[in-house]
Nanobody, 127 residues
Framework: QVQLVESGGGSVQAGGSLRLSCAAS????????MGWFRQAPGKEREGVAT????????YYADSVKGRFTISQDNAKNTVYLQMNSLKPEAAAMYYC????????????????????WGQGTQVTVSS
């Protein structure tokens, strides 16, 4: 049974930083897509950043480029999202997601590819 457990959310002032963690268990994919999505109240879920674990290739939403960094620790089966220079509009529930084994990194930019989801961790940014 695949499990994704997020941690690291919290409250921060605008301009501050947070690091989210996502510990994955229950699968043995060597090359898959993992990512972070977020959903604010009244808004649709949006992709924030994804990573292809086979090569480390990353994808970022335009709104977070240069401020957020997604990374992986394969030994720990954990993916991180370092969020710097946080803006109030970044406040949302952040979800970790994972897809099944793939050989094409392009799947990581397709939201519907992600079939496994965590429970989410709340990020609040005050102005």
């Amino acid at each position: 049974q695949v499990q994704l457990v997020e941690s690291g959310g919290g409250s921060v002032q605008a301009g501050g930083s947070l690091r989210l963690s996502c510990a994955a268990s229950g699968y043995t994919y060597s090359s898959n897509c993992m990512g972070w999505f977020r959903q604010a109240p009244g808004k649709e879920r949006e992709g924030v950043a994804t990573i292809y674990t086979g090569s480390g290739s990353t994808y970022y939403a335009d709104s977070v480029k240069g401020r957020f960094t997604i990374s992986q620790d394969n030994a720990k089966n954990t993916v991180y999202l370092q969020m710097n220079s946080l803006k109030p509009e970044a406040a949302a529930m952040y979800y970790c997601a994972a897809g099944s084994e793939v050989i094409w990194v392009g799947f990581c930019s397709i939201a519907s590819h992600f079939g496994y989801w965590g429970q989410g961790t709340q990020v609040t940014v005050s102005s």
